[in-house]
């Protein structure tokens, strides 16, 4: 399974992107990058997941270099309510039986 | 947006008792896992189900734990005599593993205090 590393944190402003790398240089063909976030006393809920290039959805952009040994997570505008623990994984949970490892994640602070 | 429920938000035992904790997977999801999260530490993998059988287990799941499907909507997972140590917030978890979906969605969790 892929290491990943990340920021253990950072801080924030309203209104402004965050962007959020991660490092994985071992990362294998058939392994995609997913990101969470988590809430303290919630579970993690499902941001955004790609496997190449630039992924795009309501809440967040991903992109990938072609390398693939890195991602950045970006927040477009964050607000106070995106204050939470945001976690960069890598693999593909078919081949894996669903065994995500979680690393410490990157605990955002977004202040007003 | 279809999500995974967690019964109950919350349960204290007393050491040795026995404990389930129910989950209702996404409905068309045909894989099933349960995760811990100690206070404070990382968010650890227990185990994996599919059709009916385990699928993987970390060495967290020990004799004591046991999982089940006791009909098509329900997973439970058991701790038979519970430790001070098992105290944690515990999340269901499903997914699909299609070719194209290779997400796993994450319920509220339970979260167990022994006492």
């Known amino acids: 399974l892929a290491k990943t590393t990340q920021p253990i944190s950072m801080d924030s402003y309203e209104g402004q992107e965050v962007n959020i790398t991660c490092s994985h240089n071992?990362?294998?063909?058939?392994?995609?990058i997913t990101w969470y976030q988590q809430f303290p006393s919630q579970g993690p809920r499902f941001i955004i997941q790609?496997?190449?290039t630039k992924v795009t959805n309501e809440v967040a952009s991903l992109f990938i270099p072609a390398d693939r040994k890195s991602s950045t997570l970006s927040l477009p505008r964050v607000s106070l309510s995106d204050t939470a623990v945001y976690y960069c994984?890598?693999?593909?949970?078919?081949?894996?039986?669903?065994?995500?490892?979680f690393g410490q994640g990157t605990e955002l602070s977004v202040k007003p | 947006e279809p999500e995974v429920t967690q019964t109950p938000s919350h349960q204290v035992t007393q050491m040795g008792q026995e404990v389930i904790l129910r989950c209702v997977p996404i409905?068309?999801?045909?894989?099933f896992y349960w995760y811990r999260q100690i206070l404070g530490q990382k968010v650890e993998f227990l185990v994996s189900?599919?059709?009916?059988?385990?699928?993987?287990k970390s060495e967290i799941f020990d004799d004591q734990f046991s999982v089940e499907r006791p009909d098509g909507s329900n997973f439970t997972l058991k701790i038979r005599s519970t430790k001070l140590e098992d105290s944690a917030m515990y999340f269901c978890?499903?997914?699909?593993?299609?070719?194209?979906?290779?997400?796993?969605?994450f319920g509220e969790g339970s979260w167990l205090t022994v006492v």
């Open positions: 978890a499903s997914s699909e593993l299609t070719l194209s979906g290779n997400t796993i969605y």
């Open positions: 071992n990362i294998a063909t058939n392994d995609y």
């Open positions: 790609g496997y190449k």
């Open positions: 994984l890598v693999g593909d949970i078919r081949n894996q039986g669903g065994k995500l490892i």
């Open positions: 409905s068309n999801h045909l894989y």
């Open positions: 189900f599919y059709n009916n059988e385990i699928s993987e």
